[in-house]
């Protein structure tokens, strides 16, 4: 019954792999979040779609493209890793739209991203 | 662009006291939303509670509530009765209640705050 799931929990790869992270929510919500979390614990917005439309790309590189092919899915691809891109990456969700705000976020547990 | 500030990194308090978690914002808007997340060393993002910015009674869960002082854009976190289970990142979050041009879109979180309960 998890709200929110993403995959891999961890993940370790070299210098210039490429690697994705799934997420799935069986909330029903219309909004989804990527967000990344620094070595300061610090969460910063990456992206946000609402119903399969992206709606924030917080001035992320191209490397990382997001996709979602349905509302209950949004997947983070990353080409040409970076050791900067180590971090945990949040996936959440929300039931925000244009005519209701201010819920909250459920998140996934996280996965921690490791560039050797 | 709205900022959440919290200015205590780090805070420790014993087993049962009552700690106050501080967090100040900045915003030029009139309605808003928000919360506190507490973040464990499991890494699980947990939702603490939830203050709408038109209401002017604070908020309460259980052992947690806040102080809400929406003229000096300040939101703090009391915990009564602390628990060893309480040991946490905690972060303070500010949402618009625009949406569209990067408003409510998103959750803007504060830098966070370590605290450390002891037995």
């Known amino acids: 019954d998890t709200a929110v799931s993403q995959t891999p929990k961890y993940l370790v790869t070299q210098m210039g792999n490429d690697k994705s992270i799934k997420c799935e929510q069986n909330l029903g919500h219309d909004t989804m979040y990527w967000y990344k979390q620094d070595s300061k614990k610090f969460l910063k917005i990456m992206f946000s779609y609402n119903n399969k439309e992206l709606i924030i790309n917080e001035t992320v590189p191209n490397r990382f493209s997001p996709k979602s092919p349905d509302k209950a899915h949004l997947n983070l691809h990353i080409n040409s890793l970076e050791l900067g891109d180590s971090a945990v990456y949040f996936c959440a969700s929300s039931q925000d739209s244009l005519t209701s705000t201010g819920s909250p976020l459920h998140f996934g547990n996280g996965t921690r991203l490791t560039v050797t | 662009a709205q900022t959440v500030t919290q200015s205590q990194p780090e805070m420790s308090v014993q087993e049962a006291e009552t700690v106050t978690l501080s967090c100040t914002y900045d915003t030029s808007e009139n309605n808003y939303y928000l919360f506190w997340y507490k973040q464990p060393p499991s890494r699980q993002m947990i939702l603490v509670i939830r203050q709408e910015a038109y209401k002017q009674q604070n908020a309460t869960e259980n052992r947690f509530s806040v102080n809400f002082q929406k003229a000096a854009k300040s939101f703090s976190l009391k915990i009564s009765d602390s628990q060893l289970g309480d040991t946490a990142m905690y972060f303070c979050?500010?949402?618009?209640?625009?949406w569209g041009q990067g408003g409510s879109e998103k959750l803007v979180f504060g830098k966070g705050m370590k605290l450390t309960v002891n037995p």
């Open positions: 979050a500010f949402r618009s209640s625009f």
